[in-house]
């Protein structure tokens, strides 16, 4: 049996091995390309003097959930200079965004409705979104012909929720706001929008992207504007109309909960909006600053004051972020799970006290440390990879995969990877045999044993590695320029990598596209309907359901009607060859759904 301290030990070492360990980091105020305190309010003396004040005045907590006894003075005084300066009728403080991104959305959707949520969302949303147990439609990054299809996808839902940030934190990106708005009223659904990265540095006065897309509001269920960021506190508001406040404090449970913001924090935050308003020179030299960076580095130009510099690897930003710190530049590497695997950056945030001789000076040193854009950045460059998933063992997934790779075949190059087999016959070899001149290395790992992977590892006095198949399947996609890489792991969805580990767990690490596969007879729709839920409630959805098997019509039907992707009907092919299962792959219009 495998003890906690043991079982954490090697996932300690499994983390220092991937570069993904963190420790803690603090950075002098001179010398701050990190933090979120862009224009220094956190030492600004009038919010100083204000906190002091109320310190003082009020003592160190709020003592109590607000409902419960913990209401201040300085609350209400909080809340009504949020709303006065973003403009709404009302605002509610919570103790962190966290609490804020995940109140809201509990409050405002749940079972019946629907969450059509931007690919790149922030963690904090992410996890809001999976609690409220509504379905979960997660678009590519700020695509609007995206988001409205998932609108007509779910045009059967109660309630639908567009959710979007006003500056995205990872990238520094803006969504097309105005143009959200216009697809809400048109498919009569509501906007949320994370104004944690925009509120204080984009808009009139600070007011935030909302503010600066001039979008009318009608549609606006919410904003939610962090304390932590531009104001240089903590805390976070949702603001919106009357009702919106009475919901979330009757609703919200993560605002029910929880004790009071303290009254310090809250005076703080109200003095730090009455001076955000007042710096409009500041928002223009932080945006300029952030601009004349990504230009010099050869980077798409910012929204805001963030510059991610694109790495790739976890170890490469790492080791570069030690090379910038021993200059004396401290910048941030940012690694997964925050970014998606082979997306490792740094993340420079551009601050009111910056110069233009201060970022030329990173700029050299960026550049002297023999930092380029990595392929990775170059649209058309990079092999995106494709899962082929199984409700569960002899779906019928091989083949499948096989007919996914002819599909892929006919819009560019593709390959095809086993990470794991076991037993004794060979995937690789399969489609080996159905995809004449299939580009497919061997699998990283085989053990002989016919089972589950942790059971014939186990079998074998072995023990699978996660952190070792996500380096070799970062391998496999850069090691080739462009095109599809087809991965197919071992078994059903839930299958166990480790004791730890299941393959469900990889993929949503990953958050890449797959394809589901499962039979089409007895038993699939109990077998499809659980795994599509539980693909969702890791923020997944298949790109498309393939059946494999005698065509069942009913079971057919009744998925196209609970599954949000294309469905394709497999039959089982006679003879089973190279010549068929590409017939059919192209007949079906499977390279349609996948492109």
């Given amino acids: 049996m495998t003890l906690p301290e043991e079982a954490l030990a090697r996932e300690v070492a499994a983390l220092q091995e991937a570069g993904l360990l963190r420790e803690p980091v603090s950075v002098p105020e001179s010398d701050d390309w990190i933090s979120n305190d862009l224009f220094g309010l956190s030492s600004d003396p009038a919010v100083l003097a204000a906190a002091r004040e109320a310190l003082e005045r009020r003592g160190a907590g709020a003592r109590a959930a607000r409902a419960l006894g913990g209401e201040c003075h300085e609350h209400a005084l909080a809340e009504e200079a949020a709303a006065s300066w973003l403009g709404a009728e009302a605002a509610l403080l919570f103790p962190t965004g966290w609490q804020a991104t995940g109140g809201v959305l509990g409050a405002l959707a749940g079972p019946g409705d629907a969450l059509i949520c931007d690919a790149l969302l922030h ?104 304390g932590g960021k531009a104001l240089g506190s903590m805390g976070a508001f949702a603001v919106g109309s009357r009702a919106l406040r009475a919901v979330l404090f009757s609703r919200a449970r993560s605002f029910l909960f929880t004790t009071g913001v303290a009254p310090s924090v809250a005076a703080a935050l109200a003095a730090a909006i009455a001076r ?28 805001a004051a963030i510059v991610p510099i694109p ?68 649209p058309g460059h990079t092999c995106r990879p494709l899962w082929v998933v199984g409700t569960d063992t002899d779906a019928g997934k ?22 794991v087999q076991t037993g004794d016959d060979s995937d690789t070899a399969t489609l080996r045999g159905l995809v004449p001149g299939l580009d497919a290395d061997e699998p990283h790992t085989w053990f002989p044993l016919p089972a589950s992977p942790h059971e014939a590892a186990a079998a074998a006095g072995s023990e699978l590695d996660p952190a070792a198949l996500d380096a070799a399947l970062d391998a496999q996609l850069a090691a080739r320029p462009g095109g599809r890489l087809v991965v197919e792991p071992a078994g059903g969805l839930h299958v166990p990598l480790t004791t730890e580990v299941l393959t469900s767990d990889w993929l949503a690490r990953r958050r890449e596209p797959l394809v589901l596969v499962a039979r089409s007879g007895l038993g699939t729709l109990n077998h499809t309907l659980l795994t599509v839920e539980a693909l969702a409630a890791r923020g997944l959805r298949p790109e498309a359901l393939i059946l494999v098997g005698p065509p069942h019509p009913s079971n057919a039907a009744t998925l196209r009607g609970r599954v949000a992707c294309p469905l394709f009907e497999l039959p089982h092919l006679a003879p089973l060859s190279s010549e068929t299962v590409r017939s059919w792959a192209l007949a079906s219009g499977l390279a349609q759904a996948l492109a």
Avoid at 140 to 145: I, P, Q, T, V
Avoid at 276 to 303: F, H, M, N, Y
Avoid at 406 to 413: D, F, N, S, W, Y
């Fill in 123 to 226: 963690a904090s949303l992410i996890d809001g979104a999976r609690l409220t147990r509504a379905r979960r439609e997660v678009v590519a990054h700020c695509d609007l012909a995206a988001t409205e299809a998932a609108l007509l996808r779910t045009a059967g839902a109660r309630r639908r929720i567009v959710v979007t940030e006003g500056v995205f934190s990872m990238d520094g990106t803006s969504p097309d706001l105005a143009g959200l708005a216009e697809l809400a009223a048109r498919h009569d659904a509501w906007l949320v929008v994370d104004e944690a990265h925009s509120a204080g540095l984009l808009g009139p006065r600070g007011a935030g992207a909302w503010a600066a897309s001039g979008a009318p509001s009608d549609r606006l269920a919410a904003r939610i504007v962090t």
């Fill in 311 to 378: 790495i790739g690897s976890s170890a490469d930003a790492m080791r570069l972020a030690e090379r910038l710190r021993a200059a004396s530049v401290r910048v941030h590497a940012v690694r997964p799970p925050t970014v998606p695997q082979g997306t490792a950056r740094l993340r420079v945030v551009l601050h009111a006290g910056h110069d233009e001789a201060g970022v030329d000076a990173l700029t050299r040193t960026v550049l002297e440390s023999g930092w380029a854009p990595p392929a990775a950045v170059v």
């Fill in 276 to 303: 955000v308003q007042e710096l409009d020179p500041e928002r223009e030299r932080i945006r300029g600053l952030a601009r004349r960076l990504a230009k010099a580095l050869g980077l798409p130009a910012p929204d």
């Fill in 398 to 419: 091989t083949i499948a995969a096989a007919a996914v790779v002819h599909a892929l075949g006919e819009l560019g190059p593709v390959a095809y990877w086993k990470p």
